[in-house]
């Protein structure tokens, strides 16, 4: 077992031990890591309800991320 290989059990039984002292918190909706760069960006410079708003708007003009990008400018 390499010293790489030490570290990584090391971690695994850390990991182990903190799911037995803490539960895990539910997962939010995840979306794909696109979705999520992007949803980042609208939320930056503002609000929740806004950036929520820019979502829902961009998600109904353009149904894929392919429709953005093929999209006239």
Known sequence: MGQ???VLSKA???HERL???FE???LKLQR???SEL???ILSQNTSDTN???AWRSLRQRFATWEDVRTAET
């Open 19 to 21: 799911l037995e002292a």
């Open 12 to 14: 695994l039984r850390a």
């Open 4 to 6: 790489s290989d030490g």
């Open 32 to 34: 794909d890591p696109l």
């Open 51 to 53: 950036s929520g708003r």
């Open 38 to 40: 992007v949803m980042t």
């Open 24 to 26: 895990p918190l539910p």
